[in-house]
């Protein structure tokens, strides 16, 4: 698995989500934000909204639930069709079977931690997961100043993954950028959300494979 790039479509055009979609055809990935203005102070999309987009997008949807109750809701993204379903471990009450649950509905689970959230305490987990989500801004809104302080944390979270030698995934979330995603990829993250870095360029899918590029670079200069 090389760098992915995950355009969100919180700062897309709602109206025109299945044209947005499209605008970034390239992308591995499209980032879609669930937020229940609860455990975030906002309030986005939800469940029907993301099984319309699972129809009309090409690419498959990796899903942020940033809402309270997720070992409730979690199943039913992947039924709606997420490929990808992320918790917020600061919601779930019970990660390791919301976590089972995602995986035996065919989907990739993954584990979010806000910016102040450590990684430590969820080592002995890593092995439920087959991805982290670490957060490079507070969750809840787009457009937000990427957290430099949040660097060292991708580096444990990569230490970690390597020491028991398990092919999870490493996502960063939050000012994404051609300015930070460099410091990212060399740190160790490998799945890259980017919102308003790809939607307010000219040429969305050219920001893509630009921003794709800058982290392979990065990685490759980390792993040699």
Not at 82 to 94: N, P, Y
Not at 206 to 213: G, S
């Amino acid at each position: 698995m090389g760098i992915q790039i995950a355009p969100s479509i919180l700062t897309a055009d709602f109206a025109r989500l299945a044209d947005e979609a499209a605008a970034v055809s390239n992308a591995d990935w499209l980032h879609v934000d669930v937020m229940d203005n609860h455990f975030v102070p906002n309030l986005t999309l939800g469940l029907p909204v993301v099984e319309s987009l699972a129809k009309a997008a090409s690419q498959p949807l990796d899903c942020h639930l940033m809402i309270e109750d997720p070992d409730r809701w979690a199943p039913g993204y992947v039924e709606a069709g997420a490929s990808s379903v992320t918790f917020h471990i600061e919601a779930c009450r019970a990660p390791i079977r919301t976590a089972r649950e995602i995986r035996a509905k065919g989907a990739r689970a993954a584990m979010a931690l806000k910016p102040a959230t450590p990684i430590e305490p969820y080592e002995d987990m890593l092995s439920e997961l087959d991805m982290i989500l670490i957060m490079t801004v507070e969750p809840g809104f787009g457009g937000q100043k990427f957290l430099d302080v949040c660097i060292p944390k991708i580096r444990r979270t990569r230490e970690l993954v390597r020491k028991h030698g398990l092919d999870v995934w490493i996502e960063i979330d939050g000012g994404v950028s051609a300015e930070t995603i460099e410091r990212c990829a060399e740190a160790g993250a490998d799945v890259f959300v980017a919102g308003s870095a790809v939607y307010a360029a000219d040429d969305p899918n050219a920001m893509v494979e630009n921003l794709r590029a800058l982290a392979q670079n990065a990685s490759s200069q980390n792993a040699s």
